[in-house]
């Protein structure tokens, strides 16, 4: 963690004066090096400060991922405003309801961003520069609104202080190269995305923003570009290995994925081994709360299965049982991070901030309670167990939907699951994405869970429901499930 500077943008600058010429961001259209990035994130600025946007003001865009957004990013950061990126995806109810929360000065959609682009062009040809703005470590970088269990999205606060410390740990961690081509399938609006630029950054890595990517081009797109570290999450992961296994091409020169979301089932790891040789496959775990709570050393990914590895440099994790006493390893109670990443809470949500964020009645440090649960072994390593809402009890036995689906996810020819635990109305039940018979999957989980974990009822689907971070969209899981047991 050597850069120096906690503003956004210092690690961009960093990167100039280290390798200025160097591949910094690429895209379906074209290249920048990292002196090019800047000299573009100094048109923003400049045209951002003509149109009235000062420090602390909040900036939305809903974009697509691509240099545009990234310089965007970076001359939001040194105007001194927070930089509020929304999935292009989201609905008009949902987005309506991001304005109303973040209250900005500037809403940018493609109709808006257009004009302001040709300002931007013109401020670049022109070499203007606007005066610096003076950014304090406590100010407001990034508002990331994300969904959970609440109705509205709620808006994760990310100041300059903890972005740039998380990233630099998981820098630390990952140690993305300066020849490294990040290969990143998903958008700005989710932290997946959005640290990976500050990521490649830390690295002097490129980055290739490939959210726009048709899937049937994928491995031919990642041998274009000679991608070596990929971030995953499963359903990317599944897709990647299932096409390896039908492409004849040569591979592409792989050395790193990165994994998020949910665990990877063995059987995808081993065929992304299989795909790509003297691959490594990081599993991860975090919450945009606090970025990343732990992570796999590349260099043990085939060590302490189930595993999510190690926290953060810097940081610890603290498993609590209900009443808020520490439990020893091995047992299993919520998993609670605490660091310099921790974010300091919700924006304009006190009573979800005061439920998630506390301090600690004895160090008075803010803690983050995740309402994930896990445990940690003699070691320090993380194994997570599932949500609140992801464990239940059934027939005498507690259990989590997360062993449920990473048994059914060993079943071969099983390309997605997700178990919905039980209601009022109906018993454990699980959906699956598969050729195969309902009668065959539970006869294939029967094999491996034990009689009172194996569902009642289990319902096939051609095409598995996720949401735009590619996770189980369980409502929509639920409601395919309660309309198939009526």
């Known amino acids: 963690m050597n850069d120096s500077g906690s503003a956004v943008h210092a690690l961009l600058d960093a990167a100039v004066a280290d390798a200025p010429d160097a591949p910094a961001v690429r895209d379906r259209v074209g290249r920048w090096t990292y002196a090019e990035l800047a000299a573009w994130s100094h048109a923003v600025e400049t045209v951002l400060a003509r149109r009235g946007v000062r420090r602390g003001d909040r900036v939305v865009v809903q974009l697509p991922t691509d240099r545009a957004l990234v310089a965007l990013f970076h001359g939001t950061s040194r105007r001194g405003a927070v930089f509020v990126p929304i999935n292009p995806a989201m609905k008009r109810f949902h987005f309506d309801?991001?304005?109303?929360?973040a209250d900005p000065v500037l809403v940018l959609r493609p109709d808006e961003f257009g004009p302001l682009w040709t300002e931007v062009e013109q401020a670049h040809a022109d070499g203007e520069r606007a005066a610096a703005t003076a950014v304090e470590p406590d100010d407001i970088a990034v508002l990331v609104y994300t969904s959970g269990s609440t109705a509205a999205p709620k808006g994760v606060i990310g100041p300059h202080?903890?972005?740039?410390?998380?990233?630099?740990?998981?820098?630390?961690v990952l140690g993305y190269r300066r020849d490294d081509v990040v290969f990143c399938r998903f958008p700005m609006s989710w932290d997946?995305?959005?640290?990976?630029?500050?990521?490649?950054?830390l690295g002097r890595s490129e980055i290739v923003l490939a959210d726009a990517e048709s899937d049937l081009r994928l491995l031919r797109r990642m041998r274009e570009v000679g991608a070596t570290v990929v971030p995953i999450v499963p359903s990317l992961a599944s897709m990647i290995a299932t096409l390896a296994e039908r492409d004849a091409g040569p591979a592409a020169p792989v050395r790193l994925f990165t994994n998020t979301g949910a665990a990877l089932p063995d059987s995808t790891i081993s065929k992304l081994r299989e795909a790509f040789p003297g691959v490594r496959v990081v599993r991860q775990f975090g919450q945009t709360e606090c970025k990343r709570i732990t992570v796999m050393p590349p260099e043990?990914?085939?060590d302490r299965p189930g595993s999510s590895g190690l926290p953060l440099p810097g940081t610890s994790v603290h498993i609590l049982a209900a009443d808020g006493t520490a439990l020893p390893a091995g047992e299993i109670g919520e998993i609670v991070a605490a660091g310099p990443h921790v974010m300091p809470g919700y924006w304009r949500a006190p009573e979800l901030s005061a439920r998630a964020f506390r301090r600690?009645?004895?160090?008075?440090?803010?803690?983050?309670?995740t309402g994930d649960y896990g445990r940690l072994d003699e070691d320090g390593y993380l194994y997570f167990e599932g949500r609140r809402d992801d464990m239940f009890k059934r027939k005498g036995i507690r259990m989590s939907t997360v062993e449920i689906e990473a048994a059914a996810m060993d079943i071969p020819g099983v390309r997605a699951a997700g178990a919905i635990p039980p209601s009022d109305t109906r018993d454990l039940a699980l959906c699956v994405e598969s050729d195969l018979p309902p009668t065959t999957v539970l006869k294939e989980l029967a094999k491996r869970l034990e009689p009172q974990k194996v569902p009642a009822l289990c319902h096939v689907v051609d095409e598995f429901p996720l949401t735009a971070h590619g996770k189980n969209a369980t409502k929509e899981l639920a409601l395919l499930v309660e309309g198939v047991a009526k």
């Open 192 to 201: 997946y995305g959005l640290y990976k630029v500050l990521l490649a950054t």
């Open 360 to 369: 600690d009645e004895t160090t008075g440090q803010l803690r983050l309670h």
């Open 300 to 302: 043990q990914d085939r």
């Open 161 to 172: 202080r903890q972005v740039t410390f998380a990233s630099r740990a998981i820098q630390q």
């Open 97 to 101: 309801s991001v304005v109303a929360n």
